[in-house]
């Protein structure tokens, strides 16, 4: 399997994160793509890509969090980065309105620029997305003809922005978000309308720990070992089993990210 949304760099992995990659190799997750959030969060996502070369990969950008913080220094940052062979993607890029950390106006400017940077270095775009579909649907929709692959990475929203996006032929990525009983329950009904080859699976750990783990851990921190109880829990509501899910998934990641 293969996990397209770790935050490794995150510092709580930095007591362990020989430990947490290892047990989640051996437990059939054989490679990681390390998100990017910002620009030093990059850095380390690359420095980690390198150090573990067998198995990981990273991607370069700025959270619509950090919006405020992309100028034309962090772009040309950000550019660096993306000439690293081990630097896979554009992102983590998009709009986030639910928790509006960043000034909307900066968060459409950021996620312009990095569309941009994108389509000059014929890239894949990994995508956030939060209660922020009004705008960003239609700046998706504008660039889309110019854009390589697309993937709405950690997708919890309803079914009209799910066929959205299906329509601009995006992958969606789902995560542990699925099995939470309380505000994902809606993902259930809406993942067997992904095509099978439009499908992608993510742990975005440390974040998002899948709740109906059982039996539950003593920590709260999600890991990659996690996915493949993610992948189970999807084929549960997918047409496709979960072999067949473990193959197209991995398929998928291939071809999106050219790994």
Not at 76 to 85: K, R, S, V
Not at 186 to 205: C, G
Request: hydrophobic share 40%; glycine share 4%.
């Amino acid at each position: 399997m293969i996990d397209i949304g770790a935050n490794l760099t995150h510092d709580s992995f930095d007591k362990d994160r020989a430990d947490v990659i290892h047990n989640a190799r051996a437990l059939g997750v054989d490679a990681f793509v390390i998100t990017g959030s910002d620009v030093t969060c990059s850095q380390k996502a690359k420095a980690l890509a390198h150090e573990y070369t067998d198995c990981c990969y990273a991607t370069a950008g700025i959270h619509p969090h950090h919006a405020s913080e992309f100028n034309g220094e962090t772009q040309e940052q950000l550019q660096e980065l993306l000439n690293d062979d081990k630097v896979v993607a554009v992102g983590e890029t998009g709009l986030d309105y639910f928790r509006d950390f960043s000034p909307r106006a900066a968060q459409i400017f950021s996620f312009e620029q990095h569309i941009q940077l994108a389509i000059e270095n014929e890239m894949p775009l990994f995508l956030h997305q939060r209660e922020a579909h009004v705008d960003f649907g239609p700046i998706l929709q504008a660039h889309r003809d110019a854009l390589s692959n697309v993937v709405v990475h950690c997708f919890t929203d309803n079914e009209k922005a799910l066929f959205d996006y299906l329509d601009l032929d995006c992958y969606i990525g789902i995560t542990g978000w699925i099995c939470d009983e309380r505000r994902g329950k809606h993902l259930i009904d809406l993942v067997k309308n992904i095509p099978n080859d439009r499908l992608l699976i993510e742990t975005d750990a440390p974040y998002l720990i899948p709740r109906n783990l059982s039996p539950k851990p003593k920590s709260r921190r999600n890991e990659p070992k996690y996915l493949p109880h993610i992948a189970e829990f999807i084929a549960a509501h997918h047409p496709m089993g979960f072999a067949e899910l473990k193959a197209a998934t991995v398929a998928n990641s291939k071809k999106f990210f050219q790994i």
